[in-house]
Protein backbone atom coordinates (compact mmCIF):
# COMPACT_ATOMS: atom_id res chain seq x y z
CA UNK A 1 0.00 0.00 0.00
CA UNK A 2 1.35 3.63 -1.22
CA UNK A 3 1.23 6.14 1.51
CA UNK A 4 0.39 9.55 0.49
CA UNK A 5 1.20 12.91 2.39
CA UNK A 6 -2.69 13.54 3.07
CA UNK A 7 -2.81 9.93 4.84
CA UNK A 8 -0.03 11.51 8.00
CA UNK A 9 -1.12 13.75 10.88
CA UNK A 10 0.22 16.35 9.22
CA UNK A 11 -0.60 19.93 10.34
CA UNK A 12 -3.64 21.45 9.50
CA UNK A 13 -2.16 24.70 7.89
CA UNK A 14 0.28 22.90 6.51
CA UNK A 15 -2.27 20.42 4.41
CA UNK A 16 -2.48 21.64 0.30
CA UNK A 17 0.82 24.07 0.88
CA UNK A 18 4.22 23.47 -1.75
CA UNK A 19 7.31 22.95 -0.49
CA UNK A 20 9.68 25.92 -1.90
CA UNK A 21 11.48 24.49 -5.37
CA UNK A 22 12.48 26.32 -8.22
CA UNK A 23 13.34 24.01 -11.34
CA UNK A 24 16.90 21.93 -11.62
CA UNK A 25 17.79 21.20 -14.48
CA UNK A 26 21.67 19.94 -16.02
CA UNK A 27 21.61 23.25 -18.38
CA UNK A 28 24.79 24.42 -19.97
CA UNK A 29 23.33 27.84 -18.68
CA UNK A 30 21.22 28.38 -15.49
CA UNK A 31 20.21 31.58 -14.66
CA UNK A 32 17.18 30.84 -12.51
CA UNK A 33 18.12 30.71 -8.62
CA UNK A 34 20.24 34.35 -8.31
CA UNK A 35 23.42 32.53 -7.74
CA UNK A 36 27.06 34.05 -8.19
CA UNK A 37 28.04 31.80 -11.42
CA UNK A 38 31.33 33.06 -11.39
CA UNK A 39 33.86 30.05 -9.91
CA UNK A 40 35.64 31.20 -6.93
CA UNK A 41 38.89 32.36 -7.34
CA UNK A 42 41.57 29.73 -6.95
CA UNK A 43 43.87 31.33 -4.43
CA UNK A 44 40.65 32.25 -2.55
CA UNK A 45 39.64 28.33 -2.56
CA UNK A 46 43.20 27.33 -1.28
CA UNK A 47 43.32 29.46 1.77
CA UNK A 48 39.12 27.79 2.66
CA UNK A 49 40.75 24.11 1.47
CA UNK A 50 44.09 25.08 3.88
CA UNK A 51 41.33 26.01 6.51
CA UNK A 52 39.31 23.17 6.20
CA UNK A 53 41.94 20.66 6.85
CA UNK A 54 43.16 22.32 9.93
CA UNK A 55 39.47 22.36 11.26
CA UNK A 56 39.20 18.49 10.49
CA UNK A 57 41.89 17.35 12.69
CA UNK A 58 39.45 18.38 15.76
CA UNK A 59 36.54 17.46 13.72
CA UNK A 60 35.94 14.93 16.65
CA UNK A 61 35.01 17.92 18.92
CA UNK A 62 32.24 19.80 18.72
CA UNK A 63 32.90 23.08 17.31
CA UNK A 64 32.92 26.46 18.94
CA UNK A 65 28.96 26.83 19.82
CA UNK A 66 29.44 30.35 19.68
CA UNK A 67 31.84 31.20 16.64
CA UNK A 68 33.15 33.66 18.13
CA UNK A 69 35.53 33.87 15.43
CA UNK A 70 33.25 34.15 12.53
CA UNK A 71 31.51 36.44 14.22
CA UNK A 72 34.55 38.95 14.27
CA UNK A 73 34.90 38.01 10.94
CA UNK A 74 31.56 39.26 9.61
CA UNK A 75 31.63 42.04 12.34
CA UNK A 76 34.49 43.27 10.70
CA UNK A 77 33.71 42.73 7.10
CA UNK A 78 30.21 44.94 8.02
CA UNK A 79 31.75 48.01 9.04
CA UNK A 80 29.36 50.57 10.95
CA UNK A 81 31.29 50.30 14.33
CA UNK A 82 29.84 46.44 14.63
CA UNK A 83 31.01 43.97 17.15
CA UNK A 84 30.60 40.31 17.22
CA UNK A 85 28.09 40.76 19.92
CA UNK A 86 25.73 42.54 17.63
CA UNK A 87 26.32 39.36 14.61
CA UNK A 88 24.62 36.51 14.45
CA UNK A 89 25.10 33.54 11.70
CA UNK A 90 23.57 30.21 10.52
CA UNK A 91 23.45 27.77 7.51
CA UNK A 92 22.02 30.20 4.99
CA UNK A 93 20.12 33.30 5.54
CA UNK A 94 17.20 31.20 5.41
CA UNK A 95 18.16 29.67 8.87
CA UNK A 96 18.69 33.00 9.90
CA UNK A 97 14.90 34.34 9.56
CA UNK A 98 13.97 30.98 10.67
CA UNK A 99 15.62 31.90 14.07
CA UNK A 100 13.85 35.41 14.23
CA UNK A 101 10.79 34.14 13.42
CA UNK A 102 10.83 31.32 15.99
CA UNK A 103 11.61 33.70 18.65
CA UNK A 104 9.73 36.59 17.79
CA UNK A 105 6.55 35.05 15.45
CA UNK A 106 4.37 31.53 16.25
CA UNK A 107 1.27 30.30 16.88
CA UNK A 108 -0.88 33.34 17.63
CA UNK A 109 1.42 35.82 15.90
CA UNK A 110 1.50 37.32 12.46
CA UNK A 111 4.73 38.07 9.84
CA UNK A 112 3.93 40.88 7.41
CA UNK A 113 5.40 41.46 3.48
CA UNK A 114 5.34 43.15 0.73
CA UNK A 115 3.90 41.31 -2.16
CA UNK A 116 5.68 40.31 -4.66
CA UNK A 117 8.77 39.37 -2.50
CA UNK A 118 10.50 36.40 -1.19
CA UNK A 119 8.50 33.16 -1.58
CA UNK A 120 10.48 31.80 1.35
CA UNK A 121 9.22 34.48 3.63
CA UNK A 122 5.53 32.78 3.76
CA UNK A 123 6.91 29.41 3.59
CA UNK A 124 8.87 29.96 7.19
CA UNK A 125 5.71 31.81 8.65
CA UNK A 126 4.08 29.12 8.10
CA UNK A 127 6.63 26.70 9.47
CA UNK A 128 7.12 28.16 13.03
CA UNK A 129 2.86 28.67 12.91
CA UNK A 130 2.70 32.32 12.31
CA UNK A 131 -0.02 33.78 10.02
CA UNK A 132 1.58 35.45 6.74
CA UNK A 133 -0.43 38.69 5.81
CA UNK A 134 0.33 40.47 2.11
CA UNK A 135 0.82 44.29 1.88
CA UNK A 136 0.85 45.69 -1.84
CA UNK A 137 3.60 47.40 -3.99
CA UNK A 138 2.93 49.45 -6.80
CA UNK A 139 2.40 49.10 -10.06
CA UNK A 140 6.20 49.31 -10.52
CA UNK A 141 7.01 47.43 -7.48
CA UNK A 142 7.73 50.15 -5.55
CA UNK A 143 7.08 51.09 -2.13
CA UNK A 144 6.87 54.66 -0.77
CA UNK A 145 7.27 55.42 2.89
CA UNK A 146 4.10 56.97 3.80
CA UNK A 147 2.30 53.62 1.92
CA UNK A 148 4.39 51.38 4.29
CA UNK A 149 3.23 52.59 7.49
CA UNK A 150 0.16 52.82 6.85
CA UNK A 151 -0.22 49.36 5.71
CA UNK A 152 1.81 48.63 8.63
CA UNK A 153 0.15 50.50 11.10
CA UNK A 154 -3.41 48.65 9.99
CA UNK A 155 -2.18 45.17 9.85
CA UNK A 156 -0.21 45.31 13.71
CA UNK A 157 2.23 42.47 12.67
CA UNK A 158 4.50 41.12 14.93
CA UNK A 159 7.28 40.77 12.27
CA UNK A 160 7.76 42.94 9.19
CA UNK A 161 9.87 42.04 6.43
CA UNK A 162 11.19 44.61 4.34
CA UNK A 163 13.41 42.68 1.24
CA UNK A 164 15.87 45.85 -0.47
CA UNK A 165 16.73 45.52 -3.19
CA UNK A 166 13.67 43.27 -3.21
CA UNK A 167 13.53 39.89 -4.61
CA UNK A 168 12.41 38.84 -7.56
CA UNK A 169 11.89 42.18 -8.61
CA UNK A 170 14.79 44.30 -7.86
CA UNK A 171 13.88 46.55 -6.41
CA UNK A 172 15.62 49.73 -4.27
CA UNK A 173 13.93 50.23 -0.80
CA UNK A 174 15.57 53.76 0.51
CA UNK A 175 16.12 54.30 4.44
CA UNK A 176 13.12 56.51 5.12
CA UNK A 177 10.66 53.76 4.66
CA UNK A 178 12.55 51.42 6.93
CA UNK A 179 12.55 54.26 9.26
CA UNK A 180 8.80 54.87 8.57
CA UNK A 181 7.64 51.02 9.29
CA UNK A 182 9.73 50.94 12.25
CA UNK A 183 7.91 53.66 13.59
CA UNK A 184 4.93 52.42 12.62
CA UNK A 185 5.03 49.42 14.46
CA UNK A 186 6.13 47.96 17.92
CA UNK A 187 7.23 44.50 16.22
CA UNK A 188 10.60 43.16 14.81
CA UNK A 189 11.66 44.94 11.48
CA UNK A 190 13.77 42.41 9.49
CA UNK A 191 15.76 44.31 6.59
CA UNK A 192 16.82 41.41 3.64
CA UNK A 193 19.86 42.66 2.49
CA UNK A 194 21.09 39.75 0.17
CA UNK A 195 22.00 41.76 -2.55
CA UNK A 196 22.68 44.80 -1.19
CA UNK A 197 26.76 44.23 -2.50
CA UNK A 198 25.07 44.74 -6.08
CA UNK A 199 23.59 48.29 -5.48
CA UNK A 200 25.42 51.65 -6.13
CA UNK A 201 28.63 51.84 -4.15
CA UNK A 202 27.15 54.99 -2.45
CA UNK A 203 23.87 53.73 -1.35
CA UNK A 204 23.89 53.62 2.50
CA UNK A 205 23.24 50.30 4.37
CA UNK A 206 20.21 49.76 6.92
CA UNK A 207 22.86 49.02 9.00
CA UNK A 208 23.21 52.93 9.69
CA UNK A 209 19.49 52.77 11.07
CA UNK A 210 20.43 50.07 14.33
CA UNK A 211 21.93 52.60 16.71
CA UNK A 212 19.10 53.45 18.86
CA UNK A 213 17.01 51.00 17.28
CA UNK A 214 16.64 47.44 19.25
CA UNK A 215 13.93 45.71 17.13
CA UNK A 216 15.86 46.12 13.64
CA UNK A 217 17.82 43.43 12.01
CA UNK A 218 19.60 43.38 9.18
CA UNK A 219 20.01 40.31 7.81
CA UNK A 220 22.91 39.56 5.03
CA UNK A 221 23.91 36.02 2.97
CA UNK A 222 27.05 34.75 1.57
CA UNK A 223 25.44 32.91 -1.04
CA UNK A 224 25.52 36.18 -3.66
CA UNK A 225 28.39 38.22 -2.99
CA UNK A 226 30.57 35.72 -2.26
CA UNK A 227 29.69 33.33 -4.56
CA UNK A 228 29.16 30.77 -1.40
CA UNK A 229 25.34 29.31 -2.15
CA UNK A 230 26.72 25.80 -1.94
CA UNK A 231 28.41 26.52 1.87
CA UNK A 232 25.18 27.91 3.11
CA UNK A 233 26.38 30.93 4.98
CA UNK A 234 23.73 33.67 6.05
CA UNK A 235 24.27 36.10 8.96
CA UNK A 236 22.59 39.55 10.45
CA UNK A 237 23.74 42.11 13.07
CA UNK A 238 21.30 43.61 15.39
CA UNK A 239 21.17 44.82 19.00
CA UNK A 240 22.92 42.88 21.32
CA UNK A 241 20.16 41.97 23.27
CA UNK A 242 18.49 40.51 19.86
CA UNK A 243 21.27 38.04 19.53
CA UNK A 244 20.36 36.44 23.28
CA UNK A 245 17.30 36.01 22.09
CA UNK A 246 18.14 33.71 19.01
CA UNK A 247 20.15 31.84 21.20
CA UNK A 248 17.09 30.27 22.82
CA UNK A 249 16.06 28.95 19.37
CA UNK A 250 19.21 27.68 18.29
CA UNK A 251 19.69 24.18 17.48
CA UNK A 252 23.37 23.22 19.87
CA UNK A 253 26.56 23.67 17.52
CA UNK A 254 24.20 24.42 14.48
CA UNK A 255 27.04 25.67 12.67
CA UNK A 256 29.70 23.08 12.33
CA UNK A 257 33.64 23.99 12.17
CA UNK A 258 34.02 23.31 8.70
CA UNK A 259 31.66 25.95 7.45
CA UNK A 260 32.96 28.19 10.26
CA UNK A 261 36.51 27.76 8.82
CA UNK A 262 35.67 27.80 4.88
CA UNK A 263 33.45 30.95 6.04
CA UNK A 264 36.22 32.79 7.85
CA UNK A 265 38.51 32.41 5.37
CA UNK A 266 36.35 33.60 2.54
CA UNK A 267 36.16 36.96 4.69
CA UNK A 268 39.78 37.19 4.44
CA UNK A 269 39.46 37.70 0.71
CA UNK A 270 36.65 40.12 0.58
CA UNK A 271 38.57 42.62 -2.01
CA UNK A 272 39.00 39.41 -4.25
CA UNK A 273 35.52 38.21 -3.75
CA UNK A 274 33.22 41.40 -4.32
CA UNK A 275 35.53 42.56 -7.01
CA UNK A 276 33.21 39.76 -8.76
CA UNK A 277 30.32 42.24 -8.06
CA UNK A 278 31.28 44.70 -10.31
CA UNK A 279 31.52 42.28 -13.08
CA UNK A 280 28.29 41.26 -12.67
CA UNK A 281 26.68 43.98 -11.89
CA UNK A 282 28.25 45.37 -15.59
CA UNK A 283 26.64 41.94 -17.23
CA UNK A 284 23.04 42.79 -15.03
CA UNK A 285 23.11 46.69 -16.56
CA UNK A 286 24.09 45.21 -19.91
CA UNK A 287 20.76 42.51 -20.03
CA UNK A 288 18.83 45.36 -19.33
CA UNK A 289 19.99 47.29 -22.22
CA UNK A 290 19.71 44.78 -24.63
CA UNK A 291 16.06 43.81 -23.27
CA UNK A 292 15.10 46.90 -23.69
CA UNK A 293 16.39 46.97 -27.26
CA UNK A 294 14.22 43.95 -27.86
CA UNK A 295 10.96 45.24 -26.81
CA UNK A 296 10.83 44.11 -23.82
CA UNK A 297 10.21 46.30 -20.24
CA UNK A 298 12.97 45.53 -17.73
CA UNK A 299 12.82 46.93 -14.55
CA UNK A 300 15.22 48.84 -12.58
CA UNK A 301 17.26 46.47 -10.66
CA UNK A 302 19.61 46.71 -7.52
CA UNK A 303 20.31 42.43 -7.48
CA UNK A 304 22.02 40.45 -9.22
CA UNK A 305 19.14 39.93 -11.82
CA UNK A 306 16.63 41.49 -14.03
CA UNK A 307 12.44 40.80 -14.22
CA UNK A 308 11.59 41.88 -17.16
CA UNK A 309 7.75 42.45 -18.53
CA UNK A 310 6.17 42.62 -21.70
CA UNK A 311 6.28 38.96 -22.02
CA UNK A 312 3.23 37.84 -24.01
CA UNK A 313 3.64 34.24 -23.57
CA UNK A 314 6.21 33.75 -20.35
CA UNK A 315 5.57 29.89 -20.20
CA UNK A 316 6.68 29.75 -24.50
CA UNK A 317 9.46 32.00 -23.65
CA UNK A 318 11.09 29.94 -21.21
CA UNK A 319 10.45 26.62 -22.72
CA UNK A 320 12.31 27.80 -25.82
CA UNK A 321 14.79 29.34 -23.66
CA UNK A 322 14.50 25.86 -22.40
CA UNK A 323 14.91 24.20 -25.52
CA UNK A 324 18.58 26.36 -26.41
CA UNK A 325 20.20 25.67 -23.23
CA UNK A 326 19.48 28.60 -21.29
CA UNK A 327 16.99 28.22 -17.93
CA UNK A 328 15.78 31.54 -16.42
CA UNK A 329 12.71 31.45 -14.05
CA UNK A 330 9.10 32.34 -14.12
CA UNK A 331 8.28 33.30 -10.96
CA UNK A 332 4.64 33.72 -11.57
CA UNK A 333 3.94 37.35 -11.97
CA UNK A 334 2.22 37.80 -15.38
CA UNK A 335 3.91 38.53 -18.67
CA UNK A 336 6.84 38.51 -16.49
CA UNK A 337 9.91 36.57 -16.38
CA UNK A 338 12.87 36.91 -13.92
CA UNK A 339 16.99 36.37 -15.07
CA UNK A 340 20.19 36.12 -13.31
CA UNK A 341 23.37 38.07 -14.44
CA UNK A 342 26.22 35.57 -15.22
CA UNK A 343 29.12 35.42 -16.23
CA UNK A 344 29.48 37.95 -19.80
CA UNK A 345 29.48 34.33 -21.85
CA UNK A 346 26.27 33.10 -19.92
CA UNK A 347 24.60 36.34 -20.83
CA UNK A 348 25.76 35.84 -24.17
CA UNK A 349 24.06 32.93 -24.33
CA UNK A 350 21.24 34.33 -22.63
CA UNK A 351 20.77 37.56 -24.91
CA UNK A 352 21.59 35.46 -27.89
CA UNK A 353 18.91 32.88 -27.11
CA UNK A 354 15.89 35.31 -26.68
CA UNK A 355 17.01 36.93 -29.29
CA UNK A 356 16.54 34.14 -32.07
CA UNK A 357 12.89 32.90 -30.18
CA UNK A 358 11.97 36.32 -31.26
CA UNK A 359 13.37 36.18 -34.51
CA UNK A 360 11.74 33.46 -35.28
CA UNK A 361 8.42 34.35 -33.97
Known amino acids: MTV ?3 DLPLRDDLRGRKPYGAPQAPLPVALNVNENTHPVPEEVADDILDAIALALREVNRYPDREFTGLREA ?6 HGLTRDQIWAANGSNEVLQHILQAFAGPGRTAFGFSPTYSMYPLLTRGTGAEWREGEREADFSVSAVSAAEQVGEARPDVVFLCSPNNPTGTPMTLDVIEAVYDATDGIVIVDEAYHEFAPHDVPSALTLLPGRERLVVSRTMSKAFAFAGARVGY ?39 AMVDDIVVQRDRISATLEALGYEPYESWSNFVLFGGVDEPARVWERLYE ?35 SAS
Do not use: K, N, W
Open 74 to 79: FAGYLG
Open 324 to 358: RGVLIRDIGIPHHLRVSAGTEEETTAFLDALASID
Open 4 to 6: RLD
Open 236 to 274: LAADPAFIDALRLVRLPYHLSALTQAAATAALGHADTML
